[in-house]
């Protein structure tokens, strides 16, 4: 499995205490000095399916030092993609995934015991853009009829959006346009660069990239197009969620530090913070990414996977076909730990 690793920086302070008795006859002098007893960090091993500017509330919480705060020692790993991350989980490579909800379901149609359970959602909106050749103030969906669009793969939460979308403004995916949808993640901005496609459908920053570049020109917002879709979440398998409640109510306060922080200061605040995290994009190009997604209502105010969400979320596979039956929001959803991490 492909994976590209990033450590997290971990600080963490030791004081040893050097006690010194000296005993003399009639005469007794101690010295000693007691420093603040050394804080253990417990390691939670967790697999992102992608490392994205979407995500700035979780590295916000890094680069504040919101895991460490909470007794949390980070190792994160970028999974390249759901099905990875899911993989990593189930195997036990991975403590927590972070994916689309969809996934959990997947695996709990196949029968799994051990089945995996969400346990805080992080992102509210659609984190992918409609990107056109040329900027386009009148734009509507109907113009996409006939034309060539590079989406994603099937089963995949941008594609299934995507596709919600066009239904939402009577398209029909299968016969009014062409969606090409075996080019790899990540890759559909190079292939709409050197002539692919009338539209994309990209995530940030290849959005803005195309911008800069002067290849393309964000036309519509799918986070907007398609209202509040639980887009992301936290998860883990049935029977460590039952293990380790401690380790992920701690882990889950710093999410929710992270979603504080962002919830009361600006994109630019915002952007400085988590710069760290991504070195190769431009700072201007970070806070107008940064900018794009707070202005559209991308973070929850808190981490609750509410009832609701997990309904949509159904309407959506079942519109794409790949839901077979309704499933049980309490099966799959555990928002203990998230109501906790608020309080």
């Known amino acids: 499995m492909l994976v590209q690793k990033r450590q997290v920086k971990m600080r963490s302070i030791r004081k040893k205490a050097v006690c010194v008795g000296m005993t003399a006859v009639m005469m007794v002098s101690a010295l000693s000095?007691?420093?603040?007893?050394?804080?253990?960090?417990?390691?939670?091993?967790?697999?992102?399916v992608a490392h994205s500017i979407f995500y700035a509330p979780q590295y916000v919480a890094i680069e504040k030092g919101y895991f460490e705060d909470e007794g949390i020692a980070l190792e994160l790993t970028n999974g390249m993609g759901a099905d990875n991350v899911m993989t990593a989980v189930v195997s036990g490579?991975?403590?927590?995934?972070?994916m689309g909800s969809e996934s959990s379901i997947y695996v709990y149609q196949e029968g799994a015991k051990d089945y995996i359970v969400n346990f805080a959602q992080l992102t509210n909106r659609a984190g992918n853009f409609l990107?056109?050749?040329?900027?386009?103030?009148?734009?509507?969906?109907?113009?996409?009829?006939?034309?060539?669009?590079?989406?994603?793969?099937?089963g995949g939460m941008p594609e299934m959006v995507f596709e919600?979308?066009?239904?939402?403004n009577g398209i029909d995916p299968k016969k009014d346009l062409n969606i090409v949808k075996n080019i790899d993640f990540g890759l559909t901005a190079q292939a709409y660069a050197s002539g692919q496609g009338d539209y994309t459908v990209e995530f940030e920053p290849f959005a803005a990239s195309l911008e800069a570049d002067g290849k393309g020109k964000v036309?519509?917002?799918?986070?907007?197009?398609?209202?509040?879709?639980?887009?992301t979440a936290y998860s883990a398998k049935k029977s460590y969620m039952k293990s380790h409640q401690k380790e992920l109510l701690a882990f889950t306060k710093a999410v929710q530090k992270g979603m504080d922080f962002v919830q009361s200061h600006t994109p630019e605040e915002i952007a400085k913070v988590i710069e760290p995290q991504f070195p190769e994009t431009d700072k201007?190009?970070?806070?107008?990414?940064?900018?794009?997604?707070?202005?559209?209502?991308?973070?929850?105010?808190?981490?609750?996977?509410?009832?609701?969400?997990?309904?949509?979320?159904?309407?959506?596979?079942?519109?794409?076909?790949?839901?077979?039956?309704?499933?049980?929001?309490?099966?799959l959803v555990d928002t203990k730990i998230a109501k906790q991490a608020v309080d």
């Open 33 to 48: 000095g007691c420093g603040k007893q050394e804080k253990e960090l417990t390691t939670i091993r967790l697999n992102e």
């Open 164 to 168: 919600y979308v066009l239904k939402k």
């Open 219 to 231: 036309v519509a917002s799918l986070g907007e197009a398609s209202g509040d879709v639980p887009y």
């Open 93 to 98: 490579e991975a403590d927590i995934g972070f």
């Open 131 to 154: 990107v056109a050749k040329k900027a386009d103030d009148t734009f509507e969906w109907s113009k996409l009829k006939g034309k060539t669009v590079l989406g994603g793969r099937d």
């Open 284 to 331: 201007k190009a970070l806070e107008t990414v940064v900018k794009r997604y707070y202005d559209q209502g991308t973070w929850k105010e808190d981490l609750v996977f509410e009832k609701a969400s997990f309904e949509l979320l159904q309407d959506i596979l079942q519109d794409a076909g790949v839901l077979k039956d309704r499933l049980s929001y309490d099966d």
